[in-house]
């Protein structure tokens, strides 16, 4: 490797579980008659997946058939209109994770356009991390495409144009976008222009413009669809 390049080989690709984003190179080494096939890590995954077992192995879903179709029924019911919350609880490695896991896995990774069913992701705050509206912003990323490395002034014009496809559609109207944009921004970690005008609230204020920007943003969200 050059100096400051970083290089792993299969093994470690496999055990990296797509945390990143990595590019095939063939390196020829003293000794060896053929090309070695390494691969070079060039930064972090947009969206990190997280790998639960052992990567490439996978045993089928056993005694769950009754919490797996709780599931399936809210969905035709999501579908049909009617929304709801099914909570998911129990001890660590009892299976919550693989019995979603699961639910996506049959409702295909991506959906159709055509499709009124969307699916986006958030998560709590795990042991170590220590982010405000973690899942809400993880949610909002997913909606609007963003990746880590992307630019402040390019998420910037995407919230924009995503808030101005919702206007256009009627879904927002035009005198709620100025207290929408500017709270959204701001969770976002957007630039300090775009998130101007709250800099005079108070926590608690902030606190729950923000929460009443991403419920109406979704329900806007949900109303195109």
């Known amino acids: ?12 690709r496999r055990l990296g579980g797509g945390a990143f984003e990595l590019v095939p190179q063939a390196v020829e080494l003293k000794g060896l ?30 005694g769950r058939d009754r919490e797996a179709g709780i599931l399936h029924r809210a969905v035709t019911a999501l579908r ?32 159709e356009p055509a499709d009124p069913l969307g699916i986006v992701e958030g ?3 795990e042991t170590g991390e220590s982010s405000g509206y973690l899942p809400y912003r993880a949610i909002f990323e997913d909606l609007l495409g963003l990746e880590p490395r992307m630019a402040s002034a390019a998420r910037a014009e995407r919230l924009h144009g995503w808030i101005d496809d919702l206007l256009g559609q009627g879904t927002v109207s035009t005198g709620h976008v100025d207290e929408i944009e500017p709270f959204l921004a701001r969770m976002l970690s957007i630039r300090a222009d775009v998130a101007a005008g709250i800099e005079g609230l108070g926590p608690d204020q902030v606190k729950r413009q923000t929460f009443s920007a991403v419920r109406d943003v979704l329900v806007a969200s949900a109303r195109r669809r």
């Not at 100096?3 to 093994?11: E, I, K, M, R, W």
């Not at 995954?45 to 490439?56: E, H, L, Y």
């Not at 709801?84 to 919550?96: E, I, L, N, S, Y």
């Not at 019995?99 to 990774?109: A, D, I, P, T």
């Open 33 to 62: 008659d053929e090309a070695l096939d390494v691969y070079e890590v060039v930064g972090s995954a947009p969206r990190t997946a997280r790998v639960r077992g052992i990567a490439g192995l996978r045993a089928d879903m056993l």
């Open 80 to 111: 049909d209109g009617r929304g709801g919350v099914v909570t998911v609880v129990g001890d660590a490695g009892v299976g919550k994770s693989r019995l979603v896991e699961e639910l996506r896995g049959s409702l295909g990774e991506s959906v």
């Open 123 to 125: 998560r709590c705050v």
């Open 1 to 12: 490797a050059v100096p400051g390049q970083v290089l792993v080989d299969a093994s470690t």
